[in-house]
């Protein structure tokens, strides 16, 4: 992950990681999953590439956590999907497009998954990179 240099000849990044995101949804494979639902827990964390709050301490230069979470929550409730690894997939593109990331890591766990044995949690983390092709389309 590569940071902006600053004044100082000093390179900066920022990785923002957002733990235990709790969200009531309707995704799986059976029928009840899909219309009871049930909680599932976000794990999210991604680059920075510019974060000037390094340097200035402002919000404004900042990645807006509730922002995040509004972006993982639309994901995961506008539709359903069978597999958390499709709906992990489509919460990384959202954040890669919405702050520029080089790479974003979405951890989605069932906590309580409708499975016949006892268990703590079902979990999928799905990690995204951008190619050197995408940085050569990307317009500076």
Do not use: N, W
Not at 53 to 69: F, G, H, P
């Amino acid at each position: 992950m590569e940071g902006r240099e600053h004044e100082s000849g000093i390179e900066s990044s920022a990785e923002v990681e957002l733990r235990g995101l709790s969200i009531y949804t309707h995704h799986g494979v059976s029928d009840a999953e899909q219309e009871v639902g049930q909680r599932l827990e976000f794990d999210i964390s991604f680059d920075v590439p510019d974060c000037d709050a390094v340097l200035t301490d402002r919000l404004e230069d900042t990645v807006d956590y509730a922002q995040v979470c509004d972006i993982v929550a639309l994901a995961a409730t506008e539709r359903s999907y069978r597999t958390l690894e499709r709906l992990s997939q489509v919460i990384g593109e959202r954040l890669m497009e919405r702050y520029g990331c080089e790479s974003v890591r979405v951890r989605a766990a069932k906590p309580e998954p409708p499975l016949p044995l006892a268990i703590q949690e079902v979990a999928v983390e799905v990690t995204q990179e951008r190619t050197a092709d995408e940085d050569r389309e990307s317009p500076e």
